[in-house]
């Protein structure tokens, strides 16, 4: 519809204007740089554009950078969306009772919230106990406390949603899949973390927002919904499902598979198991079901990655370039 969009965006090393090129002469999208935790800036905004709805998505959540360095964890997941949630309520607070009873503040989360379940586990439902293991989700678990706390003390009218591992086209390949597809493409080693049997259930990038934008219209306030992709997966499957697809797609020149650059890697600490989410009830209050398979996903995303090389030159920065040589290559 013609409704604008006002995307605030710090554009950290992850962030990249590129990714918007399509969107950027819309007249519906407003462009702003800045940190959710400016709250000159987002008073700003909010006056400006009397927003009808805010979706936090803005967060640190790269796991293993969050063990190198967990400072920018701290400071935007749970101070920024602190900072965010306690302005937006000020000027919220100032609405006519209309657009009170109407505005939607809806936190993105994950999850990791929930801690690590063994194979036979059943998975996460909404009920499960809060039992973060890396710098990374504990973060994004005291955000979800705060976004809840909103809501009883303050009747600020929010909505929570915690999603499985996405993946699709624009995701910066520090995460498994396009990290996996860009190192299979450079000839490098294609690293897989312990035994490569720690499972996650991977979820297309399209279901996940349309799930968002769903809970936005039809979920009911205070309330949390898990999504997930109902796509369950060992690491080690998906990496050997990238080489088989990119061996029919793109062979390698000395006709060799690519499923010949595994390695196996030190293990991440404290590595989360396995995660897996019950996505009942977002599928029976709301009616969302994932429409993607994991196969057409994946081939989906291959695609679209061998279609984008110059977009992953662009965002694969000196910055990037040198966290792989650390974390990778020992270097
Ligand atoms: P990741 O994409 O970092 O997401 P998360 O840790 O939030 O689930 O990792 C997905 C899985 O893949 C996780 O079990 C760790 C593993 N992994 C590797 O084996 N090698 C890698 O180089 C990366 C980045 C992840």
Excluded at 284 to 302: H, M, Q, R, V
Aim: with cysteine; hydrophobic share 30%.
């Amino acid at each position: 519809n013609d409704e604008k969009i006002i995307n605030l965006d710090k554009l950290t090393y992850a962030g990249n204007l590129h990714s918007l090129e399509s969107a950027l002469n819309d007249p519906r999208l407003v462009m702003v740089r800045g940190d959710i935790g400016d709250t000159n800036l987002v008073e700003q905004i909010l006056k400006t554009h009397n927003p009808r709805a805010i979706i936090n998505f803005a967060a640190e959540s790269h796991v293993d950078r969050s063990i190198l360095g967990p400072e920018d964890f701290i400071q935007t997941n749970i101070v920024g969306t602190f900072r965010l949630l306690e302005t937006t309520r000020h000027w919220w607070g100032a609405q006519s009772a209309t657009d009170k009873k109407s505005f939607r503040f809806l936190h993105v989360s994950t999850d990791e919230v929930y801690g690590s379940l063994e194979n036979e586990d059943p998975a996460f439902t909404e009920e499960n106990r809060y039992q973060p293991n890396s710098p990374y989700s504990a973060s994004k678990a005291a955000s979800d406390h705060l976004v809840r706390s909103y809501f009883h003390t303050y009747d600020f009218p929010v909505l929570t949603t915690n999603c499985s591992n996405n993946y699709g086209p624009y995701q910066f390949p520090e995460k498994l899949i396009p990290l996996i597809i860009l190192r299979a493409l450079r000839g490098e080693h294609l690293p897989v973390y312990g035994d490569g049997k720690n499972i996650r259930d991977w979820l297309y990038v399209t279901d996940h927002c349309r799930a968002i934008q769903m809970v936005l219209e039809k979920g009911r306030l205070g309330e949390v919904y898990n999504i997930g992709g109902d796509s369950e997966r060992q690491n080690i499957d998906v990496v050997r499902t990238i080489c088989g697809l990119l061996d029919k797609k793109k062979p390698r020149a000395d006709g060799k598979s690519y499923a010949e650059q595994i390695t196996y890697v030190t293990d991440r600490p404290g590595h989360d198991r396995r995660y897996a989410i019950n996505a009942k009830k977002i599928h029976n209050e709301i009616g969302w079901a994932p429409e993607e398979s994991f196969d057409s996903g994946l081939a989906k995303t291959i695609d679209w990655y061998l279609n984008n090389i110059p977009w992953i030159e662009n965002v694969t920065s000196g910055a990037y370039q040198e966290w792989t040589r650390k974390h990778y290559d020992g270097q």
